[in-house]
């Protein structure tokens, strides 16, 4: 293999102890080669910073192991130029697998150029990407309790949800909250607490509630309530911070916002997960990829065979999905785009297709306004 690094050095990171393998020298003379062990603590991780530096090294490649990789990258980030590898693609030749060759081979690998790093956003895109990610995953848990209440009220025989569109509006929630605590629900109490504009009457609103609830009932209720407006409460503090971090990128929110199917938080997610820096990924077809909505490709002897679409970004993917399940009523390019699939190929492959065309989308977008803002800056 042909060098072209003269200084690298390779990480093999793991939860308690990172293996470092240096190369150095001339780059037409074979290299010399120094191996250390360090602790992944914070003080044998700046040893491990120093140890490099006294090298000259200048780049470091480590593999995407778990999260373990996150805390070395955070320390080594500001004084190397660091490569992130997928473990995948640097896999070695069979044989007598030990740290010390992991990392020897990383760092030959990186020497003569043949690794790709993997897409690490900015620090603060980052942030952003944690905290988008949490709020997703307290939304399925406030939706899980909501169904949970929808179960007790059923085992109680207390049909609220047919006279009801939404039991957790204003109207619903002043109902379950006197039935939670127990009161003697009236037509005059209950008068009070429904809005003028539900369309079932008090009558049918008091026949739905008269079930045969026990003490049983209203203890669940009360837990599976609770930890519902505790996490509506955290939610929207997390709503709060995602919009404190989003404010150096409000222009591209705002263009995002535009494309059709794409919300607010939406934009949030696209903004988090594939940051605004569009060079990043140097083609459509790149950022595609990287998602997870490519075709997958299957060939042998000249015969093309049925294919999953890549493994990508999960996140990313099932944003794009819902985005382009939200135009359905739509009347636009992108719905127009899944009808055209959908006839031939059908309503799966043409979600796929369709979320393709919409990350497409958003890589142009972002490509023109980072383009803009750079000639106006100038």
């Given at each position: ?8 050095a ?6 308690k102890?990172?293996?470092a ?16 062990s360090?602790?992944?603590s ?30 070395v ?8 130029r ?9 896999k ?27 897409f690490?956003p900015?620090e ?17 848990n ?32 002043k ?21 003028k ?26 837990y599976?309530w ?7 409460e955290t ?7 995602i ?34 820096d ?18 997958g490709n299957?060939?042998s ?35 127009a ?28 977008t972002?490509s ?11």
């Open positions: 293999m042909e060098a072209m690094m003269e200084r690298c390779g990480l093999d990171v793991h939860q102890t990172v293996v393998c240096v190369l150095y020298g001339p780059l037409d003379k074979r290299p010399k080669k120094s191996i250390e360090f602790s992944t914070t003080k044998g991780l700046l040893e491990l910073n120093d140890w490099l530096v006294s090298f000259g090294v200048t780049d470091v490649v480590m593999e995407s192991t778990g999260v373990y990789w996150k805390p990258w955070n320390i080594l980030e500001n004084q190397f660091l490569v992130l590898a997928n473990a995948k693609h640097v070695n030749v069979p044989g007598r697998k030990t740290d010390i060759k992991d990392a020897e081979w990383l760092a030959k690998l990186l020497r003569s150029g043949l690794i790709e790093g993997s690490v900015p603060d895109i980052r942030d952003l990407r944690d905290l988008t990610r949490y709020r997703k995953k307290l939304v399925n406030r939706t899980a309790e909501q169904n949970r209440i929808h179960k007790i009220l059923q085992d109680a025989n207390i049909k609220l949800t047919s006279v009801l569109s939404d039991i957790f509006g204003k109207s619903g929630r109902i379950l909250e006197a039935i939670i605590n127990g009161e003697k629900i009236e037509e005059k109490s209950l008068r009070e607490m429904v809005h504009r539900v369309k079932s009457s008090l009558t049918d609103i008091a026949e739905s509630i008269n079930g045969r609830i026990r003490r049983h009932h209203r203890d669940m209720l009360r599976h609770e930890h519902m407006i505790y996490l509506e939610l929207e503090r997390l709503e709060k911070q919009d404190q971090c989003l404010e150096p990128y409000r222009k591209e929110v705002d263009l995002l916002d535009t494309i059709p199917g794409v919300n607010k938080d939406a934009a949030a997610v696209f903004v988090a997960e594939m940051g605004v569009m060079s990043v990924f140097k083609t459509e077809k790149r950022l595609a990829s990287w998602v997870g909505v490519s075709p299957n060939e002897a000249g015969k093309k065979k049925n294919s999953k679409t890549t493994k990508g970004n999960k996140a990313l993917k099932t944003m794009a999905i819902e985005c382009v399940l939200g135009t359905s009523r739509q009347n636009n390019r992108i719905t785009h899944r009808k055209r699939i959908a006839k031939r190929q059908g309503r799966k492959k043409a979600n796929m297709a369709s979320a393709h065309l919409l990350i497409t989308i958003n890589r142009r972002l023109g306004i980072r383009t803009r803002l750079f000639e106006t800056a100038s």
